[in-house]
DNA sequence: GCTTGACCTTCCAATCACTGGAACCCTCAT
DNA sequence: ATGAGGGTTCCAGTGATTGGAAGGTCAAGC
């Protein structure tokens, strides 16, 4: 199995499949004699392993610690919850954040007439930001 | 009022204040005679704009636009709000991308006992992907 | 006047996880 | 032999900062 190949068969593209070699997330592939990356099946279930991942927002780094606890028969469990629920917790930050920007900026929003008068709720919120100015009727 | 002071005033760091500028965010600085810049009043205003913008999770391109419209007299609110509710679709899309992603851990974590054991539902996820795999209590 | 320290200046590098492109080599079919 | 479609390396850019190095400037104290 070729880069191309692995990558069809991964879902990872031959350009991250190198980048991951690149940066040691994944070891160095065997080369055929004219300097081909070669893969086999374990390669490619590690690259589907590292996608499935990133899907759920795992940084390369936490997955180095998921990849080496995969692979440890006698990891505990408990570890890898760990890493689970720590990064679960950055989400939820994250979440929260973009959260409160989205209800603000709703808010704000809903306030605007959206019409050809430049009076405009968003902006005087921009230009001040401090107290909240005249209630509006979606308050 | 050089750098430093402006940056105390708007809360914008004199790094990020040289930054703008020189992204075109905001016009060149005057100078002193020995090559310091020199802020006003009306710079510190647009740079506490920016920074409550950016607080919001406008990018620097919509921020753009924003003090555009923000110093156009003819503005015609409807604009602003197009801009604003815009991002708020990207901030949606952003928060339910995450809200997937930490569900569907909060879910593999909650079946994990969490011990000594090495069989985790987590890394089974990882590694499979494929099916949901037999039925845990908390699912 | 000289030193000290706090400020200012520019430019370069790093972040994170990729993505794109250039320039060049290999393989296979026609 | 040629062309298409792989592969290879290396370099650069993404967004919005932050950090640091190397050097110029300012105000105060001695």
Redesign the interface.
């Known amino acids: 199995m070729n880069i191309g190949e692995a990558a069809k068969a991964s879902g990872v593209s031959a350009k991250l499949i190198r980048y991951y070699e690149s940066i040691g997330l994944i070891p160095e592939a065997g080369r055929t004699g004219s300097g081909y990356r070669v893969y086999g099946p374990n390669e490619v ?1 590690v690259l ?2 590292i996608k ?2 990133r ?3 795992f940084g390369i780094e936490r997955i180095q610690t ?1 990849l080496g ?2 692979q ?7 570890e ?3 890493v ?2 720590e ?2 917790a950055e ?2 930050a ?2 929260a954040e ?2 409160a ?2 209800d ?3 808010h ?2 809903d306030c ?9 709720p ?2 005087r ?3 001040e ?1 401090e107290g909240v100015g005249p209630p509006c009727r979606h308050g």
Not at 112 to 120: A, L, Q, T, V, Y
Request: include cysteine; aromatic fraction near 4%.
């Open positions: 279930n589907r392993f499935r991942a899907t759920l927002g998921l606890l995969w440890d028969r006698d990891r505990a469990s408990a890898v919850k760990r689970a629920l990064h679960v989400l939820e994250k979440i973009l959260t920007m989205s603000t900026l709703r704000l929003a605007c007439h959206g019409d050809d008068r430049p009076e405009c968003i902006l919120d921009l230009a930001a």
